[in-house]
């Protein structure tokens, strides 16, 4: 269970379900779903401190997720994912990779970096 990401409050291991994060210039505290990321200035809350959240005085609170659940995978998450699997597995056919991209069938001549000098193939 390493991968579970745990509360940022002192002494609380339960886990987290919502990230807070300030943003100072409009002294507003946003408390949204749980990040994909760990980020360094944001905090993971669980449940019962998120729920409990208050900001400083003359502060708004946004909170862009009213119900703090654990997401799990949805069905177009499992969807998109069995799409991606029959796409990888599907035979390609073999063709001019240029042609594919809807470029010409040019000659490369010279590079420089991640620039390329094509021949034009009608010369």
């Known amino acids: 269970m390493a991968g579970v990401r745990r509360c940022s409050k002192t002494a609380c291991g339960r886990p987290a379900v919502a ?9 507003t505290a946003v408390l949204g779903p749980l990040a994909t990321y760990a980020e ?44 991606a699997v029959r796409e990888a597995a599907r035979p390609r056919p073999e063709a001019d990779p240029a ?18 000098v094509l021949r034009d193939p009608a010369r």
């Open 99 to 116: 042609v594919g991209r809807g470029e010409s069938a040019a000659l490369e001549v010279g590079r420089r970096g991640h620039l390329r």
């Open 19 to 27: 990230t807070l994060t300030y943003v100072y210039s409009d002294s």
């Open 40 to 83: 360094p200035h944001c905090y993971d809350l669980c449940a019962d401190h998120a729920d409990r959240l208050t900001a400083p005085r003359g502060w708004e609170v946004v909170r862009l997720a009213p119900e703090h659940e654990a997401a799990g995978p949805s069905h177009d998450d499992l969807v998109a994912l069995a799409d």
